[in-house]
């Protein structure tokens, strides 16, 4: 049976904690592929600092370029609209009715999951996995049944980069140089 990932997210933009959780997890159940999904519009977060859905592609090529169980996928930047994982998975199980997904969410997502569009749904069709973050994140508590990584603790998020680019701060040590140099090209996050 094949096994696949499927990695959703704003990744505004992606850096090297992504790239460590979706290695993890392709490592960890065997995965035959990781399906990198950039979203559209985030339903679950504001849409004021996102950079285009093209730039952020881009950008999900670089960073999970060199791996070739790492597919990139344009399937919710096609649909445009809200991203709602649910429609994701659904498509992806009718285009892979026999396969298991796997997907993989921080645990930034991971605690509001309870709060996502049509979640119990999500349940049926896919196992969900996670990894702490933060340390003050406890995901003790795991009523969804997900794999939990135990990836040390990593204190990174997009949030805390796109403030350090505001502030022309170098970025290249938490998203690669070909992202950084991306970022740099395009004018990137800088207001």
Known sequence: MQKIGIFGGAFNPPHKGHVRLACDFADRLSLSKVLVIPSFIPPHKSAASLAGAEDR?????????????????????????KSYTYDTLKTIKEQNPDAALYLIVGSDMFLSF????????????????????????????????????????????????????????????????KVAAYINDRGLYRD
């Open 57 to 81: 592609l881009a950008m999900c090529r670089l960073a999970f370029g060199g791996d070739e169980r790492f597919v990139i996928s344009s399937i919710e930047i096609d649909r445009k609209g």
């Open 114 to 177: 309870g709060t996502w569009h049509r979640y119990k749904e999500i349940l049926e069709i896919c196992t969900l996995c996670t990894a702490a973050r933060e340390t003050e994140h406890s995901l003790a508590d795991n009523p969804y049944k997900a794999i939990v990584s135990d990836l040390p603790a990593l204190h990174l998020n997009s949030t805390k980069l796109r403030a350090m680019l505001k502030n022309g701060e170098d970025v290249k040590s938490y998203v690669g140089e």
